[in-house]
T-cell receptor
Framework: GNSVTQMEGPVTLSEEAFLTINCTYTATGYPSLFWYVQYPGEGLQLLLKATKADDKGSNKGFEATYRKETTSFHLEKGSVQVSDSAVYFCALIQSTGFQKLVFGTGTRLLVSP | GAGVSQSPSNKVTEKGKDVELRCDPISGHTALYWYRQSLGQGLEFLIYFQGNSAPDKSGLPSDRFSAERTGGSVSTLTIQRTQQEDSAVYLC?????????????FGSGTQLSVL
């Protein structure tokens, strides 16, 4: 079945450091890929997405590239801020049938000043 | 409303009791989803509503779990005879329709603790 694997957290960084959160997936067909973010005390919200191979999703300085050859969708940011501290979820939607989101376990990011 | 609203935000109950969790989706959203977030686990899909019907309830863990939606709006997730393994954050989300469901709007969740 479809699944998403994320690196375990927490990831602890200093402000302005480079961020990578790894995500790999297993899916039939050609899924769409997403990163969702959950800030403290808030609901999950869509951060970025990519719908086909080699697409790059970007938002708020975050980027992720859909790599079909490595079945990966790693999240990156060149310079993190304290306000980026949150839990990040990688997710996919299968390309056929009922399109429910399949989420990874989430990675907590802690950014210190 | 302005966003997806869930109540209560926290619920502590004793093992064996029944609980009801409520979700008010964004006005006009026809699709509604329930997910469960357990410690150390990813978000686990429970059930999906399109209008008042549930085309996919494959994620409900057992027959102690049920959900309904009325008026194409409010949804209630009911857990009967709660067990300690039911402790989790229960998240509700809504979207315009199933064709756009990657653009889910999530509520803040209900933290359920079963003692």
């Amino acid at each position: 079945g479809n699944s998403v694997t994320q690196m375990e957290g927490p990831v602890t960084l200093s402000e302005e450091a480079f961020l990578t959160i790894n995500c790999t997936y297993t899916a039939t067909g050609y899924p769409s890929l997403f990163w969702y973010v959950q800030y403290p005390g808030e609901g999950l919200q869509l951060l970025l997405k990519a719908t086909k191979a080699d697409d790059k999703g970007s938002n708020k300085g975050f980027e992720a590239t859909y790599r079909k050859e490595t079945t990966s969708f790693h999240l990156e940011k060149g310079s993190v801020q304290v306000s980026d501290s949150a839990v990040y979820f990688c997710a996919l939607i299968q390309s056929t049938g009922f399109q429910k989101l399949v989420f990874g376990t989430g990675t907590r990011l802690l950014v210190s000043p | 409303g302005a966003g997806v609203s869930q109540s209560p935000s926290n619920k502590v109950t004793e093992k064996g009791k029944d609980v009801e969790l409520r979700c008010d989706p964004i006005s006009g959203h026809t699709a509604l989803y329930w997910y469960r977030q357990s410690l150390g686990q990813g978000l686990e899909f429970l059930i999906y509503f399109q209008g008042n019907s549930a085309p996919d309830k494959s994620g409900l863990p057992s027959d102690r779990f049920s959900a309904e939606r009325t008026g194409g709006s409010v949804s209630t997730l009911t857990i009967q005879r709660t067990q300690q393994e039911d402790s989790a954050v229960y998240l509700c989300a809504s979207s315009w329709d199933r064709g756009h469901n990657e653009k889910l709007f999530f509520g803040s969740g209900t933290q359920l603790s079963v003692l």
